[in-house]
């Protein structure tokens, strides 16, 4: 098998000024910022020698000097680190024309981002999806104040939204994190610095990518990618390594799978319009809660409507960024949603024939359950599906997740089979996850 990051430059875009952090770089770089007693830059060149990457290309701007020092020390025979410093300020995306002389793809990180992510694996899905530019997504706490795409079912990028959102927007909460692979390509788009000097990487270029109709790609990822734009998330980054958090990202984790009607959001009957989606007291905190915890949360929900043809999977999508645009506002996030759009009863009218069987994904199937487990690291022995249904406590003990019942509803059931309930998913995620500890107590055995 050919190694992914053969031949593959890595690009650091470290120009910008670091206008928000004003106070903490008067004098320093942002990325030479100190996180765990080593320079970002020390951090990101540390991931691409991991990788196999021996060359690395830091385009720099504000305070080149001392980034030069950086990157001389830190190279060897076997790794070398180049500074390319520009004239002029030209933002994230016009600095990238000091790449003329790229012949292959380019992973680039923007300076101020922390990460700690499988680059090998990027590159093979990039390469393998023949995209012009491929951009890490993920899921974040200031959806709000991002860069948001929206994708297809092949990840494929179909629309970017810029910060800042008007208001009253519906948006998935997908933020491109900072990285992304790029091929000669993209570079050769760029307009001259004499049509438009200052050009930003994602709300320029893969904005006019799109346009043009070249393929953009997402590629969503779990690991741990932090931008450090503010000072409060400089310090959120410098807790999560004190923490190891980003290290553990690669191991199993605990994860807190919910159901979605009735559990975390009002139970209307069959929910067909954004605006009938109202999120259940206290649904938001903790889920903030548990994202601060770093405990991974994933919905599975079964929607039939889908097969009885009452909504579509466009319908679907605008209901699923509701649910996310209203967690976001509180600064909390769902790794991921999974949904069944089957049902295996026929003979209605207007039913979508396709979607009429009996599927491996319907809870009490364990399809979602699975999926999850194959794109995330989960650890199922630590993990919980908190739900309000026989269908939902059933899909636990199928899966080999510890059942949770919660809602007024589902009580009676709670007692009749034995199982742990909890008023709301508030309590519920309380109880379980009671200190900074991110996982639960392990089931006795
Ligand atoms: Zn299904």
């Given amino acids: 098998m050919v190694n992914p990051t053969q031949g593959v430059i890595a690009v650091i875009v470290a120009g910008g000024l670091a206008t928000r952090m004003a106070s903490a770089t008067a004098a320093v770089p942002k990325v030479l910022l100190a996180i765990a007693g080593k320079s970002v830059l020390e951090h990101q060149l540390q991931q691409f020698r991991a990788a196999g990457i021996t060359r690395v290309i830091v385009l720099a701007g504000h305070l080149a000097g001392a980034i030069e020092l950086a990157a001389a020390r830190a190279s060897d025979r076997s790794f070398h680190v180049e500074v390319r410093t520009e004239a002029q300020a030209m933002g994230s995306g016009g600095c990238l024309r000091q790449l003329h002389d790229l012949n292959g793809p380019a992973v680039v990180v923007f300076g101020d981002v922390m990460f700690d992510v499988d680059l090998g694996a990027l590159l093979e899905t990039h390469t393998r999806q023949r995209a012009t530019i491929t951009a890490v997504v993920h899921p974040n706490t200031h959806p709000h104040d991002s860069d948001l795409v929206d994708v297809d079912a092949d990840h494929r990028v179909t629309a970017l939204h810029p910060k800042p959102h008007p208001p009253g927007s519906r948006l998935r909460n997908l933020v491109t994190a900072g990285l992304f692979v790029i091929e000669p390509a993209f570079i050769e788009q760029i307009p001259s610095v004499l049509e438009a000097p200052k050009l930003d990487l994602v709300q320029d270029l893969i904005t006019a990518a799109l346009a043009r109709g070249q393929r953009v790609q997402a590629w969503q990822t779990s690991a741990y990618l932090h931008d450090m734009g503010t000072p409060q998330r400089y310090a959120q980054a410098q807790a999560a390594w004190a923490q190891g958090i980003p290290a553990r990202r690669r191991r199993p984790r605990a994860t807190v799978f919910v159901d979605r009607d009735g559990t975390l959001n009002r139970h209307v009957g069959y929910l067909r319009r954004p605006e009938q989606l109202e999120l259940l007291p206290g649904v938001a905190q903790a889920i903030a809660r548990l994202n601060q915890l770093d405990v991974q949360v994933v919905v599975v929900t079964n929607q039939p409507v889908l097969a ?39 003979g209605f009218e207007g039913e979508r024939p396709e979607l009429k069987c009996a599927c491996a994904c319907r809870k009490p199937r364990t399809g979602m359950i699975d999926a999850a487990t194959s794109d995330l690291h989960v650890d199922r022995a630590a993990s919980v599906l908190i739900g309000d249904t026989e269908r939902d406590l059933d899909a636990a003990l199928n899966a080999g997740l510890r059942p949770v019942l919660v809602s007024a509803n589902a009580h009676a059931l709670a007692v009749a089979r034995g199982v742990q309930w909890f008023p709301d998913l508030a309590r519920a995620c309380l109880a379980l996850f009671p200190n900074p500890q991110p996982n639960p107590q392990p089931n006795p055995s």
């Fill in 308 to 346: 009885r043809g009452e909504l579509d999977e466009a319908g679907l999508a605008q209901i699923h960024a509701e649910l996310e645009t209203q967690l976001g506002r509180a600064g909390a996030y769902v790794d991921r949603i999974y949904h069944c759009p089957h049902h295996p009863d026929a």
